[in-house]
């Protein structure tokens, strides 16, 4: 402002009236005000139909994958991928917009290319994470998962990041340079899992007797697949309990029913049919 203000002085016609001079000032602060005012509008115009554009083109990208039945991991890193470049397309045209030669702006992005890059260089991986994540298919959208030292449900694969829901209800953020590189442990992947107690009886009981009781209760739920057939042993003989591990396998979609309906069924079992689950004593000896 203030250099045009300097410019408009210096090129003022030579006149000797100061009020002359002064209106064609104020005529020069006019017309730049103007098309300044004209170029600001004009910008929040674009960006105003822009974000509508942007909002109805995300809407029919979306449709359209859907009636593709494209997989859920791909279509919200798609969605994610054009959203992002929609925007840069829309700080372009916006920038031009106001006066700012588009050229020299990438110009300027060029001449930064390396710093840029530094700085980008975490996201540059985490965007080939999630290819590698897209190609190779570790988890999909739905999967319940364990990386990264958390656990949970993803939500959706974006290009940057892998959203997983917990089973309280929290948003994790994974970047995905970290999930296409480190251990990622996929519960979901496959269609059944086993499930294994390790039950501990008194000394002295029975040990058919505990098997047979136990091998009525997994026969009494239809959840628990006959194969591979349930497994029942003794598995150690404790400092104060015998203990006896089960094993059966169920859907993967089952698992966590049937193993905290089986701890209450055996507990409820146990003691009806007085089979005694163990709990620590101390003997104490007292001599004369």
Same mark, same amino acid.
């Given at each position: 402002?203030?250099s045009?203000?300097l410019l408009?002085?210096q090129?003022?016609?030579n006149?000797e ?8 000032l104020?005529e020069? $602060?006019i017309?730049? +005000? #103007?098309?300044? =005012?004209?170029?600001?509008? %004009?910008?929040?115009?674009i @960006?105003?139909i !822009? ?11 979306a449709?359209?994958l859907?009636?593709r039945k ?10 994610s991928?054009?959203?992002i ?7 372009v045209a916006?920038i031009?917009?106001l006066?700012?030669e588009t050229?020299?702006?990438?110009a300027? $992005?060029?001449s930064? +290319? #390396?710093?840029v =890059?530094m700085?980008?260089? %975490?996201?540059?991986?985490n @965007?080939?994470? !999630?290819l590698?994540v897209?190609?190779?298919r570790?988890f999909?959208?739905?999967d319940?998962i364990?990386s990264?030292?958390?656990s ?9 990041h ?5 089973p ?7 970047p995905?340079?970290a999930l296409?590189s480190g ?8 269609d059944?899992?086993?499930?294994e107690?390790?039950?501990g009886?008194?000394y002295?009981?029975?040990y058919?007797?505990v098997?047979?009781?136990?091998r009525?209760i997994m ?7 006959t194969t591979p057939?349930p497994?029942v042993?003794l598995?150690?003989?404790a400092?104060?309990?015998?203990n006896v591990?089960i ?5 993967s979609?089952?698992?966590?029913d049937?193993?905290f ?5 055996v ?8 089979i005694?689950?163990?709990f620590p004593?101390l003997?104490?000896h007292q001599?004369k």
């Open positions: 402002m203030l045009f203000l408009a002085a090129t003022a016609p006149v009236d100061g009020l002359s001079k002064f209106q064609y104020m020069q $602060l017309n730049w +005000g #103007v098309e300044t =005012g004209g170029r600001i509008i %004009g910008a929040v115009l @960006f105003i !822009g974000r509508l554009l942007i909002s109805f083109l995300n809407k029919m990208v449709r359209l859907v009636k494209v997989e859920l991991s791909i279509q919200s890193f798609v969605r991928l054009i959203n470049l929609l925007t840069i397309l829309l700080i916006v031009g917009k006066g700012v050229t020299s702006f990438a300027l $992005l060029a930064a +290319g #390396v710093a =890059g700085a980008l260089s %975490g996201n540059l991986q @965007f080939a994470g !999630g590698i897209l190609l190779f570790p999909k959208v739905g319940f364990d990264q030292g958390v949970g449900t993803v939500r959706e694969i974006q290009i940057f892998t959203i997983l829901t917990t309280d209800n929290k948003v994790i953020y994974i995905n340079g296409s251990t990622v442990t996929n519960y979901s992947r496959e059944t899992r086993r499930v107690w390790v039950i009886v008194e002295g009981e029975n058919d007797r098997e047979s009781t136990v009525r026969a009494e739920d239809s959840r628990i697949l057939a497994f042993a598995h150690t003989l400092d104060s309990s015998v591990v094993r059966v396998w169920v859907k979609v089952d698992y966590w049937v193993y309906d089986m701890n209450k069924k507990y409820s079992v146990f003691n009806e049919e007085g005694g689950f163990p004593q003997t104490v001599g």
